[in-house]
């Protein structure tokens, strides 16, 4: 299987939180990059254009977009 990332992925198991206009989400982020992540939603909903992932314990901050979802998992890449 080809690859196509840019940068490679990291996997990872971290608590996370997705912030946006009206409300939040808890997650569970899956990989990194440095490029974007993909997380674990604890429920399917319906995200916006442009959100915040937060990984508390490591003060990790960043604005983000979704690129693809399937079911509960979201791939989101950093704006």
Not at 43 to 47: F, T
């Given at each position: 299987?080809?690859?196509?990332?840019?940068?490679?992925?990291?996997?990872?198991?971290?608590?996370?939180?997705i912030a946006f206009a009206g409300g939040q989400a808890v997650c569970t982020v899956r990989n990194l990059s440095e490029g974007g992540a993909a997380v674990d939603l604890t429920?399917?909903?319906?995200?916006p254009q442009s959100f915040t992932l937060s990984i508390e314990r490591d003060r990790f901050v960043r604005r983000c977009r979704p690129v693809w979802s399937f079911?509960?998992?979201?791939?989101?890449?950093?704006?």
């Open positions: 299987m080809i690859n196509k990332r840019a940068t490679p992925r990291h996997r990872v198991l971290k608590g996370g939180t429920e399917r909903i319906e995200l079911e509960r998992r979201v791939g989101v890449a950093f704006c």
